[in-house]
């Protein structure tokens, strides 16, 4: 669009050249021969072009007025009766840019060049930051809060790349919807999104899930079957929980990503295959790789680009933004009137430390909603479960339990936790807080991993 400047200058000839000039150089404009005439159109120009010395209001009291009506608008002084003196006076007064005459108009055109110039980047970057402060929905992730902005922009900035990134963060802060986020801002959006839940596979069927088997490599494998990694050619791949992956199956991870090419169990054919790799943890990988449980090599490989997802309880300015959205979202599913929260009812969600992170304050918004008899979710409305603490025995003199070290502590409960789960390492592990890795890790420790 064309660019409207305002011409203010009581000497006709030159108001009569000044227009000529910038209207042959593409611009609208507005003149005036006084101040008063000048306010009256003010309000649309893109640039004010003054002379100083005006009858009646002068130019430094016109700029005045410009500035309280427009405060962006760029305006440039002219005068023949200029000094230093007068050009700081106006410049603190607002003036983008000062004119001595007799000026050439090359000069003229550089000096409302560079003022426009000045004024769309400023323009720009008032734009972008509202856009920053209005967005707090980002492909269904909820976040107004800095750490969330940073995941905004870095999410903006990675997803065009095919590079790998590594999810980190407690369970429930939303790793699989930054996940689908990444994927779908990305060249693969119309390609297939496969997520892998690394815990949820048994250990024995993990390699011909992720990476299919041809007939009769199994007792049972009647017909050939492509992996998880096949359905994904030319898409994404999810790897949800990567710390629990045994050993084994780390080294084909690591060829996958190095060399983009495996074979199916059974075969000794080797494909070749095109996948973006995301994956994500709620355990210290490093700690892993510590006690040995985690190849060194592989976790370079998938660090490419580290996104670390802060708790809800680092970021509890955003929990207010939460709880609205799902209460506009799951009061209608829940069949009640429910449209808002009060002032009380959000604090106490606000002063609670939320160990099941986003995923917690959904279920505890879900919850209320269905027990809520009003219009807007109260204090009472609001049922928190805060997980119960082991009291201390003996008025709190006796740490650990009597006759018992640390070690057989630890050993005693990962057993307990072993017989709870009828033998099953991942529920075990799920149930003491562990990677199945760091719980085999564990058991080998203490001699029971055969």
């Not at 409302?112 to 209005?134: C, I, P, T, W, Y």
């Not at 999104?193 to 494998?221: H, Q, R």
């Not at 990567?242 to 169990?265: S, T, W, Y």
Request: proline content about 4%; charged content about 30%.
């Amino acid at each position: 669009m064309k660019k409207r400047i305002l011409i203010v200058e009581d000497e006709e000839k030159l108001r009569r050249v000044l227009e000529l000039q910038l209207a042959s150089a593409g611009f609208d404009i507005d003149k005036a021969a006084t101040a008063e005439e000048g306010l009256r159109v003010v309000d649309r120009a893109d640039l004010v072009l003054t002379d100083l010395k005006l009858p009646k209001m002068d130019g430094l009291e016109f700029l005045a007025v410009i500035r309280r009506q427009n405060a962006q608008v760029p305006v440039i002084m002219m005068t023949a009766f200029g000094s230093v003196e007068t050009a700081v006076e106006a410049m603190k007064a607002g003036a983008t840019d000062f004119l001595m005459k007799p000026f050439s108009l090359d000069h003229l055109m550089q000096v409302v060049s560079k003022a426009l110039e000045v004024r769309a980047l400023r323009d720009e970057n008032r734009q972008l930051k509202e856009e920053l402060g209005r967005r707090y929905e980002f492909d269904n992730i909820i976040g107004r809060s800095a750490p969330m902005q940073e995941i905004f922009a870095t999410i903006e900035r990675v997803a065009p790349s095919r590079a790998t990134v590594l999810l980190a963060g407690e369970s429930g802060v939303g790793k699989d919807l930054i996940a689908r986020a990444i994927h779908f801002r990305s060249p693969r959006r119309d390609r297939p999104l496969v997520k892998i839940n690394c815990t949820a596979i048994p250990e024995n069927l993990m390699e011909s899930e992720l990476f299919g088997y041809e007939k009769g490599a199994f007792t049972g494998a009647q017909i050939s079957k492509p992996g998880k990694f096949e359905q994904a050619d030319t898409g994404t791949v999810f790897l949800d929980e990567i710390g629990d992956v045994p050993a084994a199956i780390q080294v084909k991870l690591l060829r996958i990503l190095q060399e983009r090419e495996f074979e199916r169990l059974g075969s000794n054919v080797t494909r070749h295959i095109d996948v973006r790799v995301i994956a994500a943890t709620n355990s210290d990988l490093r700690a892993a790789l510590e006690q040995g449980t985690f190849r060194e090599d592989l976790y370079y490989r998938l660090n490419v680009v580290p996104l670390n997802i802060p708790p809800l309880r680092e970021r509890r300015a955003d929990i207010p933004f939460l709880a609205n959205h799902f209460i506009r979202k799951l009061a209608p599913e829940a069949g009640c009137q429910v449209e808002s929260i009060t002032d009380g009812a959000m604090e106490k969600l606000i002063a609670y430390h939320w160990p099941g992170n986003v995923r917690e304050l959904e279920n505890v918004i879900e919850r209320s909603l269905v027990m809520a008899t009003g219009k807007r979710l109260d204090v009472d409305d609001i049922k928190l479960e805060a997980a119960p603490r082991p009291r201390a025995q003996n008025g709190g003199t006796q740490f650990l339990p009597e006759g018992l070290t640390l070690d057989q502590y630890e050993q005693d409960l990962i057993r307990e936790a072993l017989k709870r789960a009828d033998g099953n390492k991942s529920q075990a592990a799920r149930l003491l807080g562990l990677t199945r890795n760091a719980l085999r890790y564990r058991l080998t420790q203490m001699g029971l991993e055969a």
